[in-house]
């Protein structure tokens, strides 16, 4: 169980794990506005704003990082689909300000293309609101791993053994 391959670091423990989620998820969405804004943008009058151009490249640069750390994150099997779910809504927002780009900034008006503007014209919509869904859903097992004891912390994966666990009729409240 080490971090990166080729490195002898251990992976962090579960509830590091799961703090690290949280934040990059919490990252990406305090992004979101800007990058619904800069998107939908894209999709308004034409032609769109140079400014637009450089705020599309900053936002691929800030996103392509926390996509770029989410990959590297070594988690536990617990939670891969939470880290699969954030990867798939990270992947929407870079293909989504790549794709507002190219359209907005192709130099030429084409009505071919007209329907994809006017989608972007309403930003990153339902993919959005999941992001802040499960940045929000990351925050609270975050705080719920950081309020169980150090020695359970290891348990919190659903890790339990029949011996820890008293049974109606069982165990030393009986005697």
Same mark, same amino acid.
């Given at each position: 169980?080490?971090?990166?391959?080729?490195?002898?670091?251990?992976?962090?423990?579960?509830?590091?794990?799961?703090?690290?989620?949280?934040?990059?998820?919490?990252?990406?969405?305090?992004l979101?506005?800007?990058?619904?804004?800069?998107?939908?943008?894209?999709?308004?009058?034409?032609?769109?704003?140079?400014?637009?151009?450089?705020?599309?490249?900053?936002?691929?640069?800030?996103?392509?990082?926390?996509?770029?750390?989410?990959?590297r994150?070594?988690?536990? &099997? *617990? +939670?891969? /689909?939470?880290?699969?779910?954030?990867?798939?809504? #990270?992947?929407?927002?870079?293909?989504? %300000? =790549?794709?507002?780009?190219?359209?907005?900034?192709?130099?030429?008006?084409?009505?071919?293309?007209?329907?994809?503007? &006017? *989608? +972007?014209? /309403?930003?990153?919509?339902?993919?959005?609101?999941? #992001?802040l869904?499960?940045?929000?859903? %990351? =925050?609270?097992s975050?705080?719920?791993?950081?309020?169980q004891?150090?020695?359970?912390?290891?348990?919190?994966?659903?890790?339990?053994?029949?011996?820890?666990?008293?049974?109606?009729?069982?165990?030393?409240?009986?005697?």
């Open positions: 169980m080490s971090g990166v391959e080729g490195d002898d670091r251990p992976r962090q423990p579960y509830r590091e794990q799961v703090r690290t989620l949280a934040d990059l998820a919490a990252q990406a969405a305090s979101q506005p800007g990058a619904d804004a800069a998107i939908a943008q894209c999709g308004g009058a034409w032609p769109v704003p140079d400014a637009a151009a450089l705020e599309l490249g900053r936002l691929s640069r800030c996103y392509s990082l926390l996509y770029e750390q989410l990959l994150l070594e988690i536990d &099997r *617990e +939670l891969t /689909e939470r880290r699969n779910e954030l990867r798939s809504l #990270l992947a929407y927002h870079l293909h989504m %300000l =790549r794709d507002a780009g190219d359209l907005a900034f192709s130099g030429r008006h084409d009505e071919r293309t007209e329907p994809f503007r &006017r *989608e +972007l014209a /309403e930003g990153l919509g339902s993919y959005a609101t999941r #992001l869904h499960l940045a929000a859903e %990351l =925050r609270k975050a705080s719920l791993a950081a309020d004891p150090a020695d359970f912390a290891g348990s919190s994966r659903g890790e339990f053994e029949l011996d820890d666990v008293y049974l109606q009729g069982d165990g030393p409240q009986d005697e």
